[in-house]
């Protein structure tokens, strides 16, 4: 199989190494191609996005890098651009669209506390639930429906190369606390978004990141949610979302069995012409 991963962070966000230890990682495992994809730049800085004076150098690095291991393996300029309700992706994201080789497009940002702080769906349970609190009046359902139907307009309106995450929410779900996901209701809004999704160029990740920081036991999406992909013939392929060099291929081999045995029969990859099909070996 071509060994790739596209979901790969680092010291320009809120990742532990520099870009060039994740590509002489990604050399060491043999992967045949990384992507790499620090978190975008937002209007307020936060500790987890890139500086917005760090744009240049980050894309000036990774071109660099292309070009010093380019006998060894292939890279790509990526990165995470969040879309946020009712702003949608900034000015910049949008100029640095044309500059990069692929973007991941994902959904963390749901709303605005009171005193101007923008929450996310995936740091602490208790800023989630602060946050369902002042921007829904504590109804967990319309939250998660805005957040599916957020994600859905993302990709109406943009088709991202990549959706990431798609089910992020259940970072804080642990043991049902917030909801069922095979409640009629999730599971319609859910059916919403990849009735979306599957009229789009876009393919979905599954994203072991929660998994290899110990945030959860399952995917993003679940098995659940893959099995609905499955049936609306989407294009998936395996990420990590990598923070630490070691990370880059966590549980690689079980996201191929899990898909083989789901019933897909390929995983999609990037090259310098776009998307291949290749067939799922583990």
């Known amino acids: 199989m071509h060994l ?6 680092s010291l320009y966000c809120d990742g532990s190494c520099s870009p060039e230890e994740m590509v002489l990682s990604a050399i060491n495992n043999n992967f045949d191609s990384l992507g790499i994809s620090s978190h975008g730049p937002v209007n307020k800085e936060t500790d987890w996005n890139i500086k917005q004076d760090k744009v240049e150098e980050y894309i000036e690095e990774v071109n660099r890098l292309k070009e010093k291991y380019k006998d060894k393996i292939e890279i790509f300029l990526g990165m995470e651009l969040d879309y ?5 992706f900034t000015d910049l994201c949008l100029s640095l669209m ?8 994902s959904v963390h940002y749901l709303g605005t506390l009171k005193n101007g702080y923008m929450w996310t769906v995936d740091y602490t349970i208790e800023e989630l639930l602060t946050g369902i ?29 990549i959706i990431g995450h798609l089910d992020l929410f259940n970072k804080n779900n642990k043991d049902n606390i ?13 059916k919403k ?14 994203n072991t990141g929660g998994i290899a920081r110990n945030y959860s036991n399952e995917q993003y ?5 893959l099995k609905m992909i499955k049936g609306k013939n989407i294009p998936i392929m395996v990420n990590s979302d990598a923070h630490t060099a070691d990370g880059l291929a966590c549980k690689f081999t079980d ?14 990859y990037l090259t310098k012409n776009g998307w291949e099909k290749q067939e799922i070996l583990y």
């Open 4 to 9: 790739t991963n596209l979901h790969t962070h």
């Open 221 to 225: 999406p679940s098995t659940l949610i």
């Open 98 to 105: 044309k500059r990069l080789d692929y973007y991941i497009g």
């Open 178 to 190: 917030l909801f069922d996901e095979r409640d009629k209701w999730y599971v319609e809004a859910v």
């Open 255 to 268: 996201m191929y069995k899990l898909t083989n045995d789901i019933g897909f029969e390929h995983l999609v």
């Open 133 to 161: 609190d002042e921007s829904f009046e504590g109804n967990i359902r319309k939250a998660v429906e805005k957040y599916y139907e957020t994600v859905s307009e993302m990709a109406e309106k943009y088709q991202p190369p």
């Open 193 to 206: 978004c990849l009735n979306v999704i599957k009229n789009t160029s876009s393919v979905i990740e599954i």
């Open 84 to 88: 946020i309700p009712g702003a949608g």
